[in-house]
């Protein structure tokens, strides 16, 4: 059979039960290892298919769209199997999976065909569709399973390269699996105090006293000895763990001055690392405010506060997928980005972010929110050297720039 024959067929009419109708994951694995059994000969690969940012999708478009766009690379999907002969399958969410032949052609056509599935109707946003390629010959002690694993991995490893194709490599699920390994330990590391500090002095020029110190952070690894911050930081970040690491190393600090202080010992002062999350987090306990920090040059358009909705999709950061039901939240052009209990995975603050929105939320008055502010401010440009601070007063009946 042609290549064109194959993409002819995956542009037929869209099927309104398809998901209903392509096999699912237990099926599908049946399928797809009786069909490796039987035609071992060939070169074939085991195909991921990832519409990037599917989140987005549906917040921007709603899930009623979203579900048709399934729908219909379903549909696509299906039509290629019953012209290929060739197995496909559906495992929830926008995992969907295909085997085709081992072949750049082909593989781009079908790369190119399903993406007039993901945005027809909405030029104003492109949304693209990945392809995560597991070439079977290259793993033959691997099962149906784990071929569909190595795709899925591949999938979300991209090699920038443009084409919208990812062949997977070993070394994505080393490095994968010492992602995780990584994470592990960090926890098992914050809760046994694995992590400490080395006090680095600040001398003076012309007399060579010590006027200062600063706390650098590390950790003492069980076995690797001696990890230093660009090895852990990025990970602690990204997870929300990193002010849990910042507490205790304050702590710790606090802890040390206080012996010198019973000792009679020289005090100097001691500067510790203060991330924009620590000061949002510390604005919070001392004001008692629900404080919700943003990247602001990720937030689409302007906020609206509103109150969620039954089965609005919410993901806090570090805790997935969460319900937001009745909760106050506040929301962009896209979705809900802040609520009391969390604030938004898309919008959230990371150690690239250079441009901050900061919200302290008195939803019993406006009473103390303005030394709630002021203190905001002062952490911001103290610790973290905040320049160009707007602030503004938001109430019912009015709202305004202020001086804080």
């Known amino acids: 059979m042609s290549d064109k024959t194959i993409q002819a067929a995956t542009v037929g009419t869209v099927q309104p039960d398809a998901l209903t109708a392509i096999a699912r994951k237990e099926d599908f694995l049946q399928h797809l290892q009786d069909f490796l059994d039987t035609h071992k000969t060939e070169k074939w690969c085991v195909a991921a298919i990832d519409v990037e940012h599917f989140r987005l999708y549906n917040e921007l478009y709603g899930t009623a769209q979203g579900d048709t766009l399934l729908n219909t690379l379903a549909s696509h999907l299906l039509d290629y199997q019953k012209t290929s002969g060739r197995p496909v399958g559906y495992w929830g969410n926008d995992d969907f999976f295909l085997c085709l032949p081992d072949d750049r052609v082909q593989q781009q056509d079908i790369v190119i065909t399903l993406q007039t599935c993901v945005s027809p109707n ?25 071929l569909c694993n190595y795709a899925q991995i591949a999938v979300m490893n991209p090699d920038h390269s443009g084409s919208g ?68 930081m990025p990970l602690l970040e990204s997870t929300g763990l990193v002010t849990q690491l910042d507490q205790y190393i304050w702590e710790s600090v606090c802890k040390t001055l206080h012996k010198w202080q019973e000792s009679g010992s020289n005090l100097v002062p001691v500067s510790v690392n203060v991330s924009v999350v620590d000061i949002v987090n510390l604005v919070s306990i ?56 969390s604030d938004e995975e898309r919008t959230k603050i990371e150690m690239s972010t250079t441009s901050l929105l900061m919200i302290l939320n008195g939803y019993s008055g406006k009473e103390g929110l303005l030394e709630a ?27 305004g720039k202020i001086t804080l």
């Open 122 to 146: 909405h030029q104003d946003v492109t949304f693209f569709l990945a392809l995560g390629l597991c070439p079977v010959s290259e793993h033959p002690e691997a099962d149906a399973a784990a």
């Open 373 to 399: 502010g002021g203190y905001s401010v002062d952490l911001l440009k103290r610790y973290v050297s905040a320049v160009n601070v707007e602030a503004e007063l938001i109430c019912r009946e009015n709202r």
């Open 286 to 341: 001392r004001s008692g405010y629900s404080v919700g920090g943003f990247d602001a040059d990720k937030i689409v358009g302007g906020l609206e506060l509103g109150v969620g909705k039954e089965g609005e999709i919410y993901h806090g950061i570090g805790r997935g997928e969460l319900n937001i039901a009745g909760l106050p939240v506040y929301r962009d052009g896209v979705a809900g980005v802040g609520t009391p209990t």
């Open 165 to 232: 194709i990812h062949r997977f490599a070993p070394a994505m699920l080393d490095s994968l699996k010492a992602q995780q390994q990584l994470l592990s330990e960090l926890e098992h590391a914050l809760d046994n105090h694995e992590f400490t500090f080395f006090l680095q002095p600040k001398c003076n020029s012309m007399t060579r006293a010590i006027v200062g110190m600063e706390a650098l952070v590390r950790w003492n690894h069980p076995t690797r000895g001696c990890v230093q911050p660009s090895e852990f």
